[in-house]
């Protein structure tokens, strides 16, 4: 499988010559959906769900697919009847020739006054987890964690005992868009140092086979 960074929290999964797109969002490159033969969106924040994105790719391959939840599905399957998937909690399909399951149900708490939406997370062939804006625990081995490494709604801590307590053999840093340059080695080097896994970043575009 091949993984492409794209920016935030947009990746490209690549295997059998199919491609899987999840979340491309307002802050991911106008090309994220290119090729793309499915979609998964984890939830309904713009930086994750960009109308515009999902149209571009779902117009351009007519057989294209989208897996989401109500909030997302709901604002996109008219335009596309028949193709767009409402999936929750416990979820499992097929897409594009990987198989995914659907872990998660609420987004992260950002603050008591703010009301926590829904949010799901996929993990893709039993191997890559993708948690959208939540530090949700799968109940099953991951070899590769995509992580949300910086938010309104989270602190380094949180991040490193996120990657002890999922265990993963590495993990990746996505919902990066934020951070600054100057930040990133300091993050970095205490994922890296306490987090008990491998750790890694992708610039944008930059390409890693798993």
């Known amino acids: 499988m091949k993984l492409t960074k794209k920016s935030h929290s947009c990746v ?3 295997k059998d010559g199919r491609t899987l797109v999840i979340d491309p969002g307002g802050f991911t490159e106008d090309d994220a959906t290119d090729g793309a033969d499915a979609l998964l969106v984890t939830h309904e924040h713009p930086d994750h769900f960009n109308e515009a994105h999902l149209r571009a790719g779902l117009e351009a391959n007519p057989a294209a697919e989208l897996w989401t939840l109500r909030s ?13 998937h409402t999936v929750g909690h416990g979820d499992t399909f097929s897409a594009a020739g990987f198989d995914i399951r659907v872990h998660g149900e609420l987004h992260a708490v950002i603050h008591p006054d703010i009301p926590r939406i829904t949010n799901v997370g996929y993990l893709v062939d039993g191997s890559v987890f993708h948690p959208g804006d939540a530090l949700t625990v799968p109940d099953q081995p991951v070899e590769t964690l995509l992580l949300p490494v910086q938010a309104p709604w989270s602190k380094i801590s949180e991040v490193i005992e996120y990657v002890r307590e999922v265990k993963p053999r590495r993990s990746f840093d996505i919902h990066d868009a934020l951070l600054t340059e100057l930040a990133r080695p300091l993050y970095d080097a205490q994922i890296g140092g306490l987090g008990g896994a491998e750790h890694g970043r992708l610039a944008p575009g930059r390409s890693v086979e798993l």
């Open 12 to 14: 490209r999964l690549e």
């Open 72 to 84: 997302v599905a709901e604002r996109m399957s008219a335009a596309f009847p028949g193709r767009v």
